[in-house]
Protein backbone atom coordinates (compact mmCIF):
# COMPACT_ATOMS: atom_id res chain seq x y z
CA UNK A 1 0.00 0.00 0.00
CA UNK A 2 1.39 3.27 -1.23
CA UNK A 3 1.87 5.99 1.55
CA UNK A 4 -0.72 9.32 1.41
CA UNK A 5 -0.49 12.78 2.25
CA UNK A 6 -3.73 14.95 3.27
CA UNK A 7 -4.23 18.53 3.01
CA UNK A 8 -6.72 20.43 4.13
CA UNK A 9 -8.95 23.15 2.93
CA UNK A 10 -8.50 26.96 4.50
CA UNK A 11 -9.29 27.12 7.51
CA UNK A 12 -9.11 23.32 8.03
CA UNK A 13 -5.92 23.45 10.42
CA UNK A 14 -5.22 24.81 13.50
CA UNK A 15 -3.44 27.99 13.89
CA UNK A 16 -1.69 28.77 17.48
CA UNK A 17 0.87 31.72 19.23
CA UNK A 18 4.64 30.37 18.49
CA UNK A 19 4.93 31.19 22.31
CA UNK A 20 2.32 30.07 23.87
CA UNK A 21 1.09 27.39 21.49
CA UNK A 22 -2.29 29.11 22.69
CA UNK A 23 -5.23 27.83 19.70
CA UNK A 24 -6.15 31.53 17.79
CA UNK A 25 -7.91 28.95 15.17
CA UNK A 26 -9.12 25.62 16.37
CA UNK A 27 -12.24 23.16 15.88
CA UNK A 28 -13.20 24.63 19.82
CA UNK A 29 -16.38 27.00 19.02
CA UNK A 30 -15.34 28.97 22.00
CA UNK A 31 -11.91 29.63 20.90
CA UNK A 32 -13.15 30.54 16.98
CA UNK A 33 -15.79 33.26 18.80
CA UNK A 34 -13.01 34.69 20.90
CA UNK A 35 -11.10 35.78 17.73
CA UNK A 36 -13.48 36.39 15.32
CA UNK A 37 -15.79 38.67 18.03
CA UNK A 38 -12.94 39.81 20.95
CA UNK A 39 -9.72 39.80 18.87
CA UNK A 40 -10.22 39.55 15.35
CA UNK A 41 -6.39 41.31 14.50
CA UNK A 42 -5.24 37.68 15.87
CA UNK A 43 -5.31 36.14 13.01
CA UNK A 44 -2.99 39.10 12.06
CA UNK A 45 -0.57 38.11 13.96
CA UNK A 46 2.92 37.34 12.21
CA UNK A 47 3.88 34.63 15.13
CA UNK A 48 1.07 31.81 14.55
CA UNK A 49 2.12 28.53 13.26
CA UNK A 50 0.24 25.60 11.85
CA UNK A 51 -1.01 23.30 14.59
CA UNK A 52 -3.45 20.16 13.90
CA UNK A 53 -5.99 19.83 11.10
CA UNK A 54 -9.04 20.04 12.74
CA UNK A 55 -11.76 17.35 11.99
CA UNK A 56 -14.53 18.42 13.79
CA UNK A 57 -15.92 21.48 15.61
CA UNK A 58 -17.34 20.70 18.43
CA UNK A 59 -19.59 20.91 20.75
CA UNK A 60 -22.34 20.78 17.64
CA UNK A 61 -20.74 17.86 16.21
CA UNK A 62 -19.75 20.31 12.52
CA UNK A 63 -17.56 17.79 10.47
CA UNK A 64 -14.35 18.74 8.62
CA UNK A 65 -12.02 15.74 8.05
CA UNK A 66 -12.86 13.40 10.98
CA UNK A 67 -15.48 11.17 8.89
CA UNK A 68 -12.94 11.14 6.08
CA UNK A 69 -10.03 10.57 7.87
CA UNK A 70 -12.04 7.47 10.09
CA UNK A 71 -12.28 6.19 6.61
CA UNK A 72 -9.12 6.22 5.85
CA UNK A 73 -8.40 4.41 9.21
CA UNK A 74 -11.07 1.58 8.60
CA UNK A 75 -8.56 1.05 5.09
CA UNK A 76 -5.33 0.81 6.69
CA UNK A 77 -3.81 4.23 6.65
CA UNK A 78 -2.64 5.45 9.91
CA UNK A 79 -1.42 8.63 11.29
CA UNK A 80 2.36 8.69 11.79
CA UNK A 81 2.62 5.27 9.34
CA UNK A 82 1.69 5.83 5.88
CA UNK A 83 -0.91 8.16 6.29
CA UNK A 84 0.60 12.12 6.74
CA UNK A 85 -1.42 15.23 7.72
CA UNK A 86 -0.23 18.18 6.09
CA UNK A 87 -1.69 21.66 8.67
CA UNK A 88 -0.47 24.95 7.19
CA UNK A 89 -1.25 28.45 8.05
CA UNK A 90 -3.93 29.43 5.67
CA UNK A 91 -3.02 33.08 5.83
CA UNK A 92 0.24 33.08 4.16
CA UNK A 93 0.60 33.03 0.37
CA UNK A 94 0.14 29.89 -1.60
CA UNK A 95 3.95 29.71 -3.20
CA UNK A 96 5.08 29.17 0.95
CA UNK A 97 3.15 27.00 1.71
CA UNK A 98 3.65 25.02 -1.56
CA UNK A 99 7.32 25.37 -0.73
CA UNK A 100 6.23 23.27 3.17
CA UNK A 101 4.80 20.69 1.29
CA UNK A 102 7.28 20.28 -1.03
CA UNK A 103 9.97 19.73 1.78
CA UNK A 104 7.19 17.90 3.55
CA UNK A 105 7.28 15.30 0.71
CA UNK A 106 10.41 14.98 0.28
CA UNK A 107 10.66 13.78 4.00
CA UNK A 108 8.30 10.94 3.19
CA UNK A 109 10.77 7.64 2.93
CA UNK A 110 8.25 6.12 0.27
CA UNK A 111 9.73 6.03 -3.18
CA UNK A 112 5.58 6.92 -4.46
CA UNK A 113 2.91 8.14 -2.28
CA UNK A 114 -0.48 8.91 -3.35
CA UNK A 115 -2.07 12.76 -2.31
CA UNK A 116 -5.81 13.95 -1.42
CA UNK A 117 -6.26 17.17 -1.33
CA UNK A 118 -9.35 19.67 -0.37
CA UNK A 119 -10.00 23.28 -1.50
CA UNK A 120 -7.37 25.10 -1.14
CA UNK A 121 -4.80 22.24 -0.08
CA UNK A 122 -5.40 21.15 -4.03
CA UNK A 123 -3.71 24.62 -5.24
CA UNK A 124 -0.92 24.39 -3.17
CA UNK A 125 0.05 20.81 -4.15
CA UNK A 126 -0.37 21.62 -8.00
CA UNK A 127 2.08 25.16 -6.91
CA UNK A 128 4.37 22.55 -5.11
CA UNK A 129 4.54 20.15 -8.52
CA UNK A 130 4.97 23.04 -10.17
CA UNK A 131 7.36 24.75 -8.28
CA UNK A 132 9.63 21.62 -7.96
CA UNK A 133 8.86 18.91 -11.04
CA UNK A 134 11.83 16.43 -9.58
CA UNK A 135 8.81 15.83 -7.39
CA UNK A 136 5.91 14.70 -10.03
CA UNK A 137 7.99 11.32 -10.16
CA UNK A 138 7.00 10.63 -6.15
CA UNK A 139 3.64 11.15 -6.53
CA UNK A 140 1.48 7.97 -7.63
CA UNK A 141 -2.49 9.27 -7.34
CA UNK A 142 -3.17 13.16 -6.43
CA UNK A 143 -6.59 13.62 -6.03
CA UNK A 144 -8.14 17.20 -6.00
CA UNK A 145 -11.57 17.47 -3.98
CA UNK A 146 -13.30 21.01 -4.76
CA UNK A 147 -10.29 22.96 -5.38
CA UNK A 148 -11.22 25.99 -6.88
CA UNK A 149 -9.03 25.88 -10.04
CA UNK A 150 -10.35 28.46 -11.86
CA UNK A 151 -10.47 30.49 -9.21
CA UNK A 152 -12.48 31.49 -6.22
CA UNK A 153 -15.55 33.94 -8.39
CA UNK A 154 -16.12 30.33 -10.20
CA UNK A 155 -17.08 28.76 -6.76
CA UNK A 156 -18.96 32.00 -5.46
CA UNK A 157 -20.76 31.72 -9.35
CA UNK A 158 -21.83 28.06 -8.56
CA UNK A 159 -22.81 28.83 -4.91
CA UNK A 160 -25.02 31.49 -5.99
CA UNK A 161 -26.72 30.15 -9.55
CA UNK A 162 -26.77 26.58 -8.18
CA UNK A 163 -25.20 26.11 -11.81
CA UNK A 164 -21.40 25.58 -12.83
CA UNK A 165 -19.87 28.34 -14.03
CA UNK A 166 -17.63 28.69 -16.95
CA UNK A 167 -15.02 31.28 -17.04
CA UNK A 168 -12.52 29.97 -19.41
CA UNK A 169 -13.58 27.28 -21.96
Not at 46 to 63: A, E, H, N, V
Not at 75 to 80: D, I, K, M, N, V
Not at 147 to 169: H, I, Q, V
Request: glycine share 10%; charged share 25%.
Amino acid sequence: MHGLIFVPGIMGSELLAADSHRPVWSGDPLVLLDTLVRDPLALRRDDLQPGKLIRTIDPGGIDLYGKFLNALADRGFAEGGNLRLFPYDWRLDNQRNADRFAAELRLVAAPRIDIVAHSMGGLIVRLALLRHPDLADRVGCYIQAGSPCRGSACAFETLKTGSFCRLMD
